[in-house]
């Protein structure tokens, strides 16, 4: 799925030591984003910048719902994770369900972005939009807001994708 390797930064040196690991407790605040985002009103604030992406397991048949913060871009919407096992489910071909700020479920079509180009130049998006994925994400702003290549790249060898989601 990805051709991340460990060759050494074409963009320099990064200014971070890369994405922050997941934290023990981010399962119970997953729960409670979810809980949060289907409440009328409070879904809409908290849900500006999140999502609940439903993907269901292709051996389990389990539905995973999961909350991640996402950017527009062009149409589609992208989401910024690392290579996490609940990736692996999203194939080509076989629609996911998304829920915005707590409004009802969409179908979507998803591709996961691997390979390191496109992972840097989108992950320059995200960064741009988002401040705080950019920080989760280890990517370094300068003064102007202008996401650290060499970081995007880091993140990218370090088993960062793309998920790109266009709304049916």
């Known amino acids: 799925m990805s051709d991340q390797t460990p060759e050494s930064n074409p963009y320099g ?5 890369g994405p922050q ?7 119970a605040l997953n729960r409670v984003i979810r809980v949060l985002l289907r409440i009328p009103v409070v879904g809409e604030q ?3 910048r999140l999502l609940v992406l439903y993907v269901v397991g292709r051996k389990s048949g389990k539905v995973y719902e999961v909350p991640v913060a996402y950017t527009r871009h062009e149409g589609d919407l992208l989401v910024g994770t690392a ?3 609940w990736v692996k489910n999203i194939r080509k071909d076989v629609p996911v369900q998304v829920s915005l700020g707590g409004s009802r479920r969409r179908a979507a079509d998803a591709e996961v972005v691997s390979d390191s180009e496109s992972v840097v130049r989108l992950s320059e998006v995200l960064a741009r939009d988002n401040k705080q994925w950019a920080g ?5 702003l300068d003064a102007a807001g ?3 290549k060499a970081d995007a790249y880091q993140s990218w060898q ?6 790109r ?3 049916h």
């Open 46 to 48: 908290v849900g500006k």
């Open 136 to 140: 989760f994400n280890g990517v370094g």
């Open 21 to 27: 690991p997941i934290h023990s407790y981010q399962g």
């Open 13 to 17: 040196t990064p200014s971070t030591s």
């Open 83 to 85: 290579l996490r096992p």
């Open 146 to 148: 202008n996401p650290n």
């Open 165 to 167: 989601l266009h709304l």
């Open 158 to 163: 370090q088993g960062a994708v793309i998920i």
